[in-house]
C-alpha cells in the first residue's frame, strides 16, 4: 500500500492554465505538505496544513491555493500558470506538527508548462 | 539565503568502503536533522537523524554525526553498496516550526561494483 500518493505523476499544460494536483496519506498522520523541487533540485518547503488547518504558507504566489478537505487529503491547485511554475511538486506528511517525525513522501508530480 | 548546504554535489565510493556525505548549515536554531535519500522518478525517503542534544546516532551501515560547534554533519555508510546509489539530502528543522523542513541541495552518491 502506497503511504503517500499524489496524481498525476505528470502533467504537461500550457501557459495560463489551471491545474490541480491530489494528494492523499493513509498514515494516519495529521500534518501534510507541499514542496516544489525546482529545477537547480532545490526541494523547498510551499505549505503545511495540521488537520486541515494551514499553519505554513511560504510567501508562494497566491495563484497557489492548497486545498485540505480532510487530514488525509491536501490538494493544490495552480491558476494561470507560468513557465516557472515547472517543477516537481512533492506532497508529504508526518504524525503531527511538533512531533519531530520524520516526514514520509510522495514521488512526486512533475509539472512542465509548455 | 541557502541555510542548509551540500557542497559535494556528487562522490563517487568504490563498493565496500566507506561513503562520507557533508552538510554545514547556518542557522544556529536548528535542532533536528535529518538525512534522505531519493532515487530517480520516486519522492526522498527517510534515512536517519539526529537529535542537536546527540553527536552520533547509527543504525545498521548508516551514522550520522553532528558537529553543533562547526554547524557541520555528516552521514557515513559502511560498507558502501551498490543499491546506496541515489541522491542523499540533508534537511534540518528548528523545534516548534511546525516541522518545516529546510533542504540542502542535495549529493549524487555513486558506488562501483
Known amino acids: 500500500d502506497t503511504a503517500v500518493s499524489q496524481t498525476p505523476k505528470y502533467l504537461v499544460t500550457q501557459m495560463g492554465n489551471d491545474k490541480s494536483i491530489k494528494c492523499e496519506q493513509n498514515?494516519?498522520?495529521?500534518?501534510m505538505y507541499w514542496y516544489k523541487q525546482d529545477s537547480k533540485k532545490f526541494l523547498k518547503i510551499m505549505f503545511s496544513?495540521?488537520?486541515?488547518?494551514?499553519?505554513i504558507n511560504e510567501t508562494v504566489p497566491n495563484r497557489f491555493s492548497p486545498k485540505s478537505p480532510d487530514k488525509a487529503h491536501l490538494n493544490l491547485h495552480i491558476n494561470s500558470l507560468e513557465l516557472g511554475d515547472s517543477a516537481v511538486y512533492f506532497c508529504?506528511?508526518?504524525?503531527?506538527?511538533?512531533?519531530?517525525?520524520?516526514?514520509?513522501f510522495g514521488d512526486g508530480t512533475r509539472l512542465s508548462i509548455l | 539565503d541557502q541555510q542548509v548546504k551540500q557542497n559535494s554535489p556528487s562522490l563517487s565510493v568504490q563498493e565496500g568502503r566507506i561513503s562520507i556525505l557533508n552538510c554545514d548549515y547556518t542557522n544556529s536554531m536548528f535542532d533536528y536533522f535529518l538525512w534522505y535519500k531519493k532515487y530517480p522518478a520516486e519522492g526522498p525517503t527517510f534515512l536517519i537523524s539526529?537529535?542537536?542534544?546527540?553527536d552520533k546516532n547509527e543504525d545498521g551501515r548508516f551514522t550520522v554525526f553532528l558537529n553543533k560547534s562547526a554547524k557541520h554533519l555528516s552521514l557515513h555508510i559502511v560498507p558502501s553498496q551498490p543499491g546506496d546509489s541515489a541522491v542523499y539530502f540533508c534537511?534540518?528543522?528548528?523545534?516548534?516550526?511546525?516541522?518545516?523542513?529546510?533542504f540542502g541541495t542535495g549529493t549524487r552518491l555513486a558506488v562501483r561494483p
Open positions: 534537511a534540518a528543522s528548528v523545534r516548534g516550526s511546525g516541522d518545516k523542513l529546510t
Open positions: 498514515l494516519g498522520h495529521d500534518t
Open positions: 508529504a506528511s508526518s504524525p503531527g506538527r511538533f512531533s519531530n517525525q520524520p516526514q514520509h
Open positions: 539526529i537529535s542537536s542534544i546527540k
Open positions: 496544513y495540521n488537520n486541515k488547518e494551514l499553519i
